[in-house]
């Protein structure tokens, strides 16, 4: 990917990239779960991590789930369902 990422479909090829490389059942947050690429949507990555969450919660993307909020720390966790 040559520039910043404007579009959550650029944003989500992005994260399906970076679970190519973890395992099912590993939990995360989202910056640990994007591949090094990352810099290029450090503008936007609030934006798009709202969107994700909708996506997950409406069935639409189905490689992470939300775990329960975080009780220590700001960052919400998510939980590999699928790395493929």
């Known amino acids: 990917m040559e520039g910043p990422i404007k579009e959550f479909a650029d944003f989500a090829t ?43 919660n409406d069935g639409s993307y189905d490689k992470l789930t939300i775990c329960t909020p975080p009780t220590q720390g700001r960052n919400q966790q998510y939980k590999i369902l699928k790395t493929d």
């Open 14 to 56: 992005l994260l399906d990239k970076g679970l190519e490389i973890r395992k099912v059942g590993e939990v995360d947050i989202l910056k640990n779960l994007l591949p090094h690429d990352r810099r290029l949507i450090r503008e936007e990555i609030g934006k798009f991590e709202k969107i994700l969450q909708n996506k997950i």
